[in-house]
């Protein structure tokens, strides 16, 4: 019992249970919308590292997939590993349009040209600028925890929808 039911009866218990529930609707709605704020500015902070494969076979590359929704660049080799929403790419590190290199704009969350500001999604889909399609993925397959990526194809949303479709695997 509140000291003010002991104390007064009943007068005050509705005036504390109000302003409880005042307080307790204003912190979840704070909560709600700081937890939108930061789902928003997460979706453009894909984390961006710079790394080498783990391993080299002839023309299949070897990389850790990342743990969580990020990219991994592989200057040397010209491939980005890419996993986000649940998916795993491999990018040709070159945009399609004149083989610039591309590069992530975390503040926009996105993919841009260094050249000509063609623009793309973190899983390659073409938005805006001067080329005239998606970027280019490797063909690629899961082993374990780790991402076998055939560099020695690459794939045209263009001229091989379904394969550029397909070259993805489960994070």
Not at 42 to 47: D, H, I, Q, V, Y
Request: hydrophobic share 40%; aromatic share 6%.
């Amino acid at each position: 019992m509140r000291d003010c039911e002991s104390a007064r009866g009943c007068a005050c218990v509705g005036r504390d249970d109000r302003r409880d529930f005042l307080k307790h609707a204003a912190a979840l709605v704070a909560g709600a919308v700081a937890g939108l704020g930061a789902t928003a500015r997460s979706a453009g902070a894909l984390p961006i590292a710079f790394g080498r494969p783990l391993e080299a076979s002839g023309n299949e590359l070897t990389y850790p997939i990342p743990a969580a929704d990020g990219a991994t660049i592989d200057r040397d080799n010209g491939v980005i590993v890419v996993r986000n929403q649940g998916q795993v790419f491999a990018f040709n590190l070159s945009c399609p349009h004149e083989n610039a290199a591309v590069r992530w704009k975390a503040a926009l969350g996105r993919f841009e040209c260094s050249r000509h500001d063609s623009q793309y999604t973190p899983a390659g889909v073409y938005t805006s600028g001067r080329a005239t399609r998606n970027m280019d993925r490797f063909p690629v397959k899961k082993n374990g925890s780790t991402l076998v990526v055939d560099v020695s194809r690459l794939i045209q949303s263009d001229q091989q929808k379904a394969a550029w479709d397909g070259a993805a695997v489960p994070a």
